[in-house]
DNA sequence: TTGTAGGCGTTATCAG
DNA sequence: CTGATAACGCCTACAA
């Protein structure tokens, strides 16, 4: 059942003309008489003529194929992102192969291996939470691949980003419990190692300073997973440890929605007895009760971003022009509702 | 900066053999001497050679890439059915391109046309609302490209399928609501086209017949967005028009949770004054107060599944033996929770 | 055991 | 204006 597919040879014998006559007058060049050239077009059209990409590939050495390697596809940030970077890659005739992590550095080793291995073009990611400046990053830029991370980066590696200000986005959220009333505030924090934790672990620390709260690091909690059940389970020792505590910024809305379930279940009172404040506006913060205050985090405009820097960057490549690594700081701002609402 | 990749080539020169020799020897022919084997190995691993996967692609006419169109990646059911596809692929030595329709035909068929313009080995799609038995989907079969529907498929097209029983599991959900003493059960059902939500409600129909209850047109109210507002507008438009329906099925769980927020803002008591089970398992609805009941839809699965029925069909394209489309049907099962308690 | 030749389909160069 | 030729990198009959 295999079908063939029309070639320009086949084109070029049906007209009796060259196959070099074909392509030139197929791709515009001028140098064919507008006769044969509208033959070959009138022809092509009726045969459903389709250039066949991996000859072309091969000749031009692109795939127009970009390599996208994320943490995790089911989840509202990620995905948003994924959502931009393919309008993005599509407007401009790429399309996008992705590919997740699943938080491990050995399976992200791995992609990108196949992602080099396939040739694309270039390479947009967010790095998994164990991963660092590590071999097989440093094997990307030593081959020259365009490459564009997002999110969670790593400072240690030369190449263009796209972040937020993780630190001034924490530090407005904590401000802004501040600003609430809170004297006493708790921080469920990400992993040690992504960069974007560990800054808002400081944006945390820097407003309580600046605002004279001593900082204890009792209070702070440190997830590992960043799940919704982590969420109930620091919820439960915040409650039943420091039972004092007013205020809790948490580092992504997923655990938050965690803690405000427990809370709901324990009759807790938020915002009254405790305030809370997520991050990444997540959909569901808006749809739960209490309604979730958050930092929102212009997840489809990073993809798109994320895209565009990638492109230049190709566009550089292939042109063998110098190429200086841009970063992207994108802005955030507090969506305050009920979890931080003075009632 | 554009690095020079290893090539047969270049290794056969430093070698001092032929090209094919070098190629024979990296493919484990038996008909090269152990020593030059030895020694072509050992320069390749050195100069880290990796086939040109263009030049491969255009010998084998494989690029080892399908294409995946679904309606939106920004969506629970749809990541997760991602998240089984990828991983299955990547398992078989695939790579996975994904684009979304958007909901529009338009759109939808403009990224068929993309991906068999790339020549990927075989096309999953989860079709957009307006589509049908189009002639961008017979396209496909015509050209002979390996095609597996999922989920929102047409009955008309030919194909291998991966499916629930839409109609069973709707019918399973009426009678879960009859069960817990529902006697006038409304419908927030999806658009006219999709197959899904016709079979949802003809479920929806059948358990009410079975159970002697009368069927009201009027109380079967129609999405065009499948939205969350969508929910909170059908939500507001029931109590109103009829304030004595005491249970509600609903198309997907986004809606279900449009409904609840407007009920817990009105103050109408679920379950108590109405019982509400929604489709599809959201993570969502388990966090959300009260807990919402539903049908369990196994996405992950089912982008295993799809993969699977690809490949298979792949293989028979490959060898050009004859494949009859098969169709795969998904388990479904009620997931009772606080939305249908009778307290 | 090794190598030559040809082809996958397209494109670029250069000569007619 | 047209076309022959080579090359992209790999693979496989077939010869030597």
């Not at 001028?30 to 006769?35: A, G, L």
């Not at 250039?51 to 000749?59: G, I, K």
């Not at 005739?93 to 997740?100: A, C, D, K, N």
């Not at 992200?108 to 939470?129: A, T």
């Amino acid at each position: 059942m295999k079908n063939k597919q029309t070639t320009l040879k086949l084109i070029a014998e049906k007209l009796n003309i060259s196959i070099t006559t074909a392509s030139k007058a197929l791709k515009g060049y001028s140098d064919v008489s507008e006769k044969t050239k509208n033959a070959v077009i009138m022809l092509a059209k009726e045969l459903n003529y389709t250039p066949n990409s991996f000859a072309v590939n091969l000749r031009t050495r692109e795939s127009k194929t970009i390599g996208l390697i994320i943490p995790e596809v089911v989840h509202h940030f990620f995905s948003n992102v994924i959502n931009g970077i393919i309008d993005e890659a599509e407007n401009n005739g790429y399309l996008v192969i992705i590919l997740q992590s699943n938080e491990s550095l050995e399976l992200e080793k791995k992609q990108v291996e196949l992602l080099i291995n396939k040739r694309v073009d270039g390479i947009i990611m967010s790095l998994s939470n164990q991963s660092n400046f590590d071999s097989h990053i440093k094997n990307i830029i030593e081959k020259g691949i365009p490459l564009v991370l997002f999110d969670k980066i790593s400072k240690l590696v030369n190449c263009s980003k796209v972040i937020i200000d993780d630190q001034k986005a924490a530090f407005e959220a904590v401000e802004h419990l501040i600003s609430k009333g809170c004297k006493k505030i708790a921080h469920i924090r990400g992993p040690n190692n992504p960069q974007n934790a560990i800054d808002r672990f400081l944006g945390y620390k820097k407003a309580l300073e600046k605002n004279n709260i001593a900082y204890d690091s009792k209070l702070v909690y440190t997830c590992t997973d960043v799940t919704f059940e982590e969420g109930k389970k620091f919820a439960k020792e915040i409650i039943e440890e420091h039972s004092e505590v007013d205020g809790l910024f948490v580092i992504t809305d997923l655990v938050a929605v965690g803690v405000l379930a427990y809370f709901n279940e324990k009759q807790i009172k938020v915002p009254q007895q405790i305030k809370i404040i997520g991050f990444s506006n997540w959909f569901m913060s808006q749809v739960i009760t209490p309604k979730l205050s958050t930092v929102d985090q212009p997840s489809f405009e990073m993809g798109k971003q994320s895209f565009k820097l990638l492109f230049e960057e190709m566009v550089h490549f292939k042109n063998n022009t110098p190429f200086e690594p841009k970063t992207i700081l994108l802005k955030t701002s507090i969506i305050e509702r009920e979890s931080t609402q003075n009632k």
